[in-house]
């Protein structure tokens, strides 16, 4: 219900933040537009969360051996969807990135961005193989460094395109082996080569390098590099205590740009105020609560960590999104999960919750079978 909620209020506001003055909407060019595309989005999640909950999750656990496991297959598939979005004859840019790949249905068209695809299935692969060998998980050249080649491949691909999300899979990474049972003192190895990595994509990208320094600079750089987080303070702050009222922001009319997607927290900040911004973030908790008493009620390993992954992942890119629009953190392109508008997040996040909900059934239908 919780999701549920989130999803609803994310429909909402990404109808109201795209709403045009120049434009009417045209409902016979329904897949067109961005929003109204939205308003399919929200029952397909529902249906592909509830779809998801009906299968067992150990079904994609490595128990039985890696042949098996779909994870085996998944990954590859995705890593070499990395491979051709970057491709120029391929993959599609916008916003001068090149992230998405467009599949042709007819009259219309499918957007699909397999970096978001990557994420999940890297999260879920990560849970799998720490658990699989969870008694020699601490050994160095066996276990650890193959581990961390897999996940250097993902986001050696990622980053090219999309330095938030390869931070975020990064950081998503080093959290679940940390929780999995990986040795402290080797998680410090790569660190040093991560982090050259990391400062090597943003110095060679004059974007990115200027997103840093207008971020330790703001005045400097408010009308330009800085622009779009100042406008997301702007909305913030103009809504006050109870905000403008729903559907009566102004910085969706062309002030504040992504606001149906990366910055949709700071259009339900000016149109609810901070009622309505303390109210997501509510549901957030909410929802890491439930999440980790599933995670301490599950009895089986593989549950315990595939739960965990689930709601850290949904967890940490909240955080890092909102920290984004409060300007807390440098400008993002990370979704708020289950909110913003995107298909594939979306659907991807709604999908994993549905194995979420599963490991619960599990774990209560085990707690009902041994008190009978």
Known sequence: MVVLLLMAIGTVFVFSAGANLTQELEWTRFYKSPVLRHLLFFPLAIIVMFAASRVNYRWVSPENGWLISPLTYMLPIS??????????????????????????????????QPSE???????????????????????????????????????????????????????????????????????????????????????????????????????????????????????????????????????????????????????IGEELGFIGTAAVIGLFVVFVWLGLLVVIRCRDRFGQLLAAAIVLTIAVQAALNIGVVTVMLPTKGLPLPFVSAGGTSILLSAAAVGVLLNIASQCNNRGIEEAK
Not at 84 to 97: F, K, R, S, W
Not at 102 to 111: E, Q, V
Not at 212 to 225: E, R, T
């Open 79 to 112: 890593i070499i969807l990395l491979i051709v979005v970057l491709l120029p004859q391929i993959g599609i840019e916008v916003n001068y990135a090149r992230r998405w790949l467009r599949i042709p249905l007819g009259p219309a068209s499918i957007s699909f």
């Open 117 to 267: 695809l990557a994420k999940w299935v890297l999260v879920f692969f990560l849970a799998a193989y720490c658990s699989k060998y969870s008694d020699t998980l601490k050994e160095f050249w066996r276990r650890f460094v193959p581990i961390c080649i897999i996940i250097a491949v993902v986001v050696g691909l990622i980053i090219i395109e999309d330095f938030g999300t390869a931070a975020l899979v990064a950081l998503l990474s080093f959290i679940t082996l940390l929780i999995g049972g990986a040795s402290v003192w080797h998680l410090f190895a790569p660190l040093p080569f991560a982090a050259s990595a990391f400062v090597l994509a943003i110095i060679t990208s004059p974007e990115r390098k200027m997103r840093i320094v207008a971020f330790l600079h703001p005045d400097k750089w408010a009308g330009s590099a800085n622009y779009q987080a100042n406008q997301s303070l702007i909305a913030l702050g103009s809504g006050g205590l109870w905000g403008k009222g729903l559907g009566m922001g102004i910085c969706k009319y062309g002030h504040l740009p992504e606001d149906t997607t990366d910055f949709i927290f700071a259009i």
